[in-house]
């Protein structure tokens, strides 16, 4: 058995995840548990998940979240979904028990209220921290209406590195040979209202596969659904190439494909040994060329027997 998730903060997550498979739970109960212990918690150290996640431009949530097994590559996800904590648990529910893969905006709320999930407010989905992270926001977009363009562009590029933390999850379960993935998101910080990231999109910010494994993503949504990392690193484990290489060389090809303008991806992936790999670009561009992408991003793992 065994579970790997991006970010440090994914380290409550794995511990549920692992006593639940310990417990007898399907890897995909288990990996609903270990993410719903993360997005309800509220706790600050993590700005973009669930419960104190950062809202959009206009100071509500709107969640990304999706959830992946392995077994005949059956997906389920919403985007910009309002009102529920829990959103990688309505993920879920898309894929058990509607008869689509994803639902969107206030066609997800309502889907979501039909299944029984408590509808909230931005009043509670706030914690202290967030609200005055928007708050600061709010601020700095009067201080910029003052600045001038030069002066916005830097900023611009600032604010680009300012890192990122969606939680993505993979459970494995080697007795069974099942593998799941999710993930859950309040997607780029004070987002356009509607806008939806790469985190809920299979092949984006998820993809799992009995046959090779799983891949979960996270960083600049904008520009990395264009290239389906996950699907790609997935693809390269079926046939038979080792996540860490598999990450790497994505990472890779991606970089070299657009060059300068490279933005920040990083990706963690699982095959159905358990074996596990990272790739990021939080190291620079020489760092990838000499094969050092998995050192520098954190992200946690339990792997046994
Ligand atoms: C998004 N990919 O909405 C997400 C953000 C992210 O860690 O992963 N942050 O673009």
């Not at 379960?173 to 999710?182: L, M, P, T, W």
């Not at 991806?265 to 358990?274: E, N, P, S």
């Amino acid at each position: 058995m065994a579970a790997i998730g991006t970010w440090t903060f994914a380290l409550p997550a794995i511990k549920v995840a692992k006593r639940k498979l310990e417990e007898g739970s399907s890897c995909l109960d288990a990996l609903e548990a270990g993410i719903n212990a993360v997005e309800d918690d509220g706790a600050t150290g993590r700005y973009l998940v669930g419960r104190g996640g950062y809202p959009n431009a206009k100071g509500v949530h709107e969640f990304d979240a999706a959830v992946m097994v392995g077994e005949g590559c059956r997906y389920g996800g919403v985007a910009a979904l309002r009102g529920v904590a829990t959103p990688v648990s309505v993920a879920r529910r898309v894929m058990e028990k509607s008869s689509h893969s994803m639902l969107v905006g206030p066609g997800a709320t309502a889907f979501a209220v039909e299944q029984g999930f408590p509808l909230e407010t931005s009043d509670t989905l706030h914690t202290e921290e967030s609200l005055s992270a928007f708050r600061k926001f709010l601020q700095k977009q009067a201080d910029e209406a003052r600045a001038r363009a030069e002066e916005k562009m830097q900023r611009s590029k600032e604010e680009k590195k300012t890192g990122h933390d969606t939680l993505g999850l993979i459970v494995l379960d080697k007795k069974s040979s099942r593998i799941a993935a999710g993930v859950s998101t309040s997607g780029a910080p004070f987002k356009a209202e509607g806008r939806v990231g790469d985190s809920p999109l299979p092949g984006g910010g998820l993809y799992a596969d009995d046959a090779g494994g799983a891949a979960v993503a996270t960083g600049d949504g904008d520009n990395m659904m264009r290239f389906c990392p996950s699907f790609q690193v997935v693809q390269m484990m079926r046939q038979g190439i080792d996540p860490q290489t598999a990450c790497r060389e994505v990472v890779k090809q991606i970089h070299q494909k657009v060059g300068t303008d490279m933005f920040e991806m990083a990706l963690v992936a699982m095959d159905m040994k358990g074996c596990t790999g990272s790739g990021s670009t939080v190291l620079t561009w020489e760092d990838v060329c000499e094969g050092k992408t998995y050192e520098g991003f954190p992200y946690v793992r339990w792997v046994e027997g």
